[in-house]
């Protein structure tokens, strides 16, 4: 099926160690999005790439970094994981205010 | 900037009763305005949205949701539930061409009484 896919779709880290979410939409968007949803917070976004080459902040950037790698994938990366980093993490991807399409999610745990 | 308040953390109604969710925007510019659903530990559906035109939205499911530009307000309403609307709802906004993203609502999440 056409969409957004997210690997890996569960996650335990420690303390102080990295990782890179993954992401890869197949609709040929050109913008892709990562959130972060918290009970009772919502979703929050965390970077977004408008189109391919660029990235901007979100609400909720400290303690992450993005690399659009191609028009198709936008990679999510924690340096240095917090357990205040423990969280569902979704991407998205849209064309214009048209549709954004999500994916189904990565559930990180930080002990 | 936009910002998105979700009136109700939770509403609890009986099956094959009426109900509305709240949802009340800010922003200095014409505005998108979505609806989405989260079933348990699944990711997000769009239930509908308004860009443009007619007011009144019909989306899945048998939701719809009426934009009020004076009130800044898209509530989302459904005549008669049932057991599986059982979920959470978030009210999102985004605005111009909408590349920067959504700006989301709390979630409402909604209990189907039997």
């Known amino acids: 099926n056409a969409g957004v896919t997210q690997t890996p779709k569960f996650q335990v880290l420690k303390t102080g160690q990295s990782m890179t979410l993954q992401c890869a939409q197949d609709m040929n968007h050109n913008s892709m999005y990562w959130y972060r949803q918290d009970p009772g917070m919502g979703l929050r976004l965390i970077y977004y790439?408008?189109?391919?080459?660029?990235?901007d902040k979100g609400e909720v950037p400290n303690g992450y970094n993005v690399s659009r790698l191609n028009k198709r994938e936008f990679s999510l990366r924690l340096e240095s994981a917090a357990p205040s980093q423990t969280s569902v993490y979704f991407c998205?991807?849209?064309?214009?205010?048209?549709?954004?399409?999500f994916g189904s999610g990565t559930r990180l745990t930080v002990v | 900037a936009q910002s998105v308040t979700q009136l109700d953390s939770q509403v609890p109604v009986f099956e094959e009763a009426p109900v509305e969710l709240r949802c009340n925007y800010s922003?200095?510019?014409?505005?998108?305005l979505f609806w989405y659903v989260q079933y348990p530990n699944q990711g997000l559906q769009l239930l509908l949205k308004?860009?443009?035109?007619?007011?009144l939205v019909k989306g899945i499911n048998g939701f719809e949701a009426e934009f009020n530009k004076s009130q800044t307000s898209f509530h989302l309403r459904k005549p008669s539930v049932h057991i599986s609307d059982t979920a959470e709802y978030f009210c999102?906004?985004?605005?111009?061409?909408?590349?920067?993203?959504?700006?989301f609502g709390k979630g409402t999440h909604l209990i189907i009484q039997p």
């Open positions: 999102a906004v985004t605005a111009g061409g909408g590349a920067d993203g959504l700006t």
């Open positions: 998205a991807s849209s064309e214009g205010q048209l549709g954004y399409t």
């Open positions: 790439s408008a189109s391919e080459g660029t990235t």
């Open positions: 308004y860009l443009s035109g007619s007011t």
């Open positions: 922003s200095s510019v014409s505005v998108y």
